[in-house]
């Protein structure tokens, strides 16, 4: 697809263009292709192994694919990485906080990361704690967080810099039903203000029936569609399972 055609498809939101990756002769990732406009939760459902790791460490650009685009509203990861990462809030599944320093002195670091005026940064601060009602907790020393308010602490800091997409790896790794639960609302929030997601994960139960659906499996988009529409009749356990289990 033309540079310029990806990146007006792509305002604001998310293009993927046939990409595929490899781990030697193993296959990770082959010719994946999606689109996640604003204001969409999309999640990206698939087994442990699926390739959606892989994925986001090509969207972050932890990896450079050899074949395939990707652009960020509408900036082509190519050819015009500042800008397209300069768009971009990601949740890593492995915690990325400084447990010794407070809510605040961890959300100041990543503000003078990413460049931010010095002048802007408390205003910024205090607006993505209270977008994820973590302001009160803004002088607690991380380590005496439960895990929760730190997963909500880390989406609070990815949205420091108003990204217009926000990825999210197996962001309730660890996290009690309750936890897992708060945070899955918090997102669909940020979807409903306007947000561009998408949530990686393993678990049908974090996904909605108004959620985008990519079904991801050996590296392959195998669905994709509304998850309502999708899975018709049964439950989306049943038909998730359907669709990646291994004929005998």
Not at 78 to 101: E, I, M, N, W
Request: net charge negative; proline share 5%.
């Amino acid at each position: 697809m033309p540079d310029a055609q990806l990146q007006d498809e792509t305002k604001r939101g998310l293009t993927v263009r046939n990409l595929s990756f490899h781990y030697g002769p193993k296959t990770a990732l082959d010719s994946v292709s999606f689109d996640v406009e604003p204001g969409t939760f999309c999640a990206l459902l698939g087994p442990n192994g699926a390739g959606k790791s892989t994925l986001i460490s090509l969207l972050t650009r932890l990896l450079v694919a050899p074949e395939g685009e990707i652009a960020v509203a509408g900036h082509n990861l190519r050819r015009s990485p500042r800008k397209a990462l300069g768009d971009l809030g990601v949740v890593f599944q492995q915690p990325t906080l400084d447990l010794s320093l407070t809510v605040k002195q961890n959300m100041a670091y990543f503000a003078a990361l990413h460049g931010l005026p010095k002048q802007e940064t408390p205003q910024r601060i205090d607006a993505a704690l209270d977008r994820l009602g973590m302001r009160e907790r803004a002088g607690e020393k991380v380590r005496a967080l439960n895990g929760g308010h730190r997963r909500r602490m880390e989406l609070a800091r990815a949205l420091l810099h108003d990204p217009k997409v926000l990825l999210l790896d197996e962001p309730t790794v660890g996290l009690d039903a309750s936890a897992r639960h708060s945070i899955t609302d918090h997102v669909h929030d940020l979807a409903d203000q306007g947000l561009c997601i998408l949530w990686a994960t393993h678990l049908t139960d974090e996904v909605r029936d108004g959620d985008q659906l990519l079904v991801l499996h050996h590296g392959k988009i195998l669905a994709a569609g509304q998850t309502g529409e999708l899975r018709g009749e049964e439950t989306l356990s049943n038909w998730f399972l359907s669709q990646t289990e291994v004929p005998a």
